[in-house]
């Protein structure tokens, strides 16, 4: 199941605690009210007032990026096919530090390009993680989410979905911590069980709180997908309507919400004095698609087929 589903429960926890994950942190920034626009890329040939009626897909730029590339598995030898695609580069800078006493990896994604005002669709920031060239990535967040940005020569478009991973969650141990709580029955545990657990957890994390030894190296790698799904991407970001992905489930915190299609699929949880406390939603994708339809300048549409880009590593070495 695709892990972007997670983000209506993310949305409700954000709003109630503040606190969300990797996903939900997006679908919370996503459903913030009156979002500042992105800025355009400027267009490749000049204005001819000509449009074309399109709209946004979720499920048709999935499909577009899909069997472009299959993320090698645990434990594989690898190293990156290529790099750039279709004029962008990602960028993973990549930072060990100690947090709370434990061996912690930071991974800022972001994008570069050599051309002015490069707009495209491409991943949040999906990683690969190598020790001496042997894969190691968690195995979570390899889903293509996708997010319009527009990269200028020169600089780097961070993307704000940084990552933190430590040496518990790398695939070569993971298995052992999700072995503790394999076939764990919640409903039925006494807080003694649930203490013994947990204990199991603690300890498994307390014993590798060192990342072991080995030159480390942090790929970032993304679908880059221009065309018609960019074009539409981009007219809706002059508007102030960002994360994409998640909007089947944070419209209700955008502007969409004024549309009375969007509000039909929309429960909001109220306190005795009215006030909002939580906003449900659940929008069908054929009636996103009608009221995400735009008039889009012909001139955005490059005709470039998806293709995969990958960083240079981020190197560090653990002695």
Not at 243 to 264: C, F, K, N
């Amino acid at each position: 199941m695709r892990k972007i589903l997670l983000v209506v429960a993310a949305v409700t926890i954000a709003l109630a605690s503040a606190a969300a994950g990797w996903f939900g942190v997006k679908a919370w920034r996503a459903s913030q009210p009156e979002p500042t626009p992105v800025p355009s890329a400027s267009a490749s040939v000049p204005a001819t007032g000509e449009t074309v009626s399109l709209t946004f897909r979720l499920s048709e730029v999935d499909a577009s990026a899909a069997n472009l590339f299959e993320p090698p598995e645990c434990g594989a030898v690898w190293t990156p096919p290529s790099g750039a695609a279709n004029g962008v580069s990602p960028k993973a800078d990549a930072t060990l530090r100690q947090a709370s006493g434990v061996d912690t990896v930071t991974v800022v994604p972001g994008y570069t390009t050599d051309t002015a005002g490069l707009g495209f669709l491409a991943s949040e920031g999906s990683f690969i993680v190598t020790r001496d060239d042997v894969v190691v990535s968690p195995d979570w967040g390899a889903e293509f989410v996708p997010e319009y940005y527009v990269a200028m020569p020169g600089e780097t478009t961070l993307t704000q979905s940084n990552v933190d991973v430590t040496g518990s969650t790398l695939c070569d141990v993971s298995e052992e911590l999700a072995a503790i709580w394999d076939g764990f029955d919640w409903s039925a545990a006494s807080e003694e069980e649930i203490a013994a657990k947990q204990a199991e957890t603690d300890a498994f994390n307390e014993s590798h709180r060192e990342l072991s030894p080995g030159t480390y190296r942090v790929y970032q790698w993304s679908p880059i997908i221009l065309g018609e799904p960019a074009a539409i991407a981009r007219v809706l970001a002059e508007e102030g309507i960002t994360g994409l992905a998640g909007l089947q489930y944070s419209a209700g915190y955008t502007a969409l919400y004024e549309d009375p299609r969007i509000q039909e699929h929309c429960v909001d949880q109220s306190d005795a004095d009215g006030n909002l406390l939580s906003r449900n939603c659940d929008v069908p994708e054929d009636v996103l698609a009608e009221v995400l339809t735009r008039d889009v300048p012909v001139e955005y549409i490059a005709d470039v087929p998806p293709a995969v880009a990958f960083s240079v590593a981020a190197e560090f070495t653990v002695e």
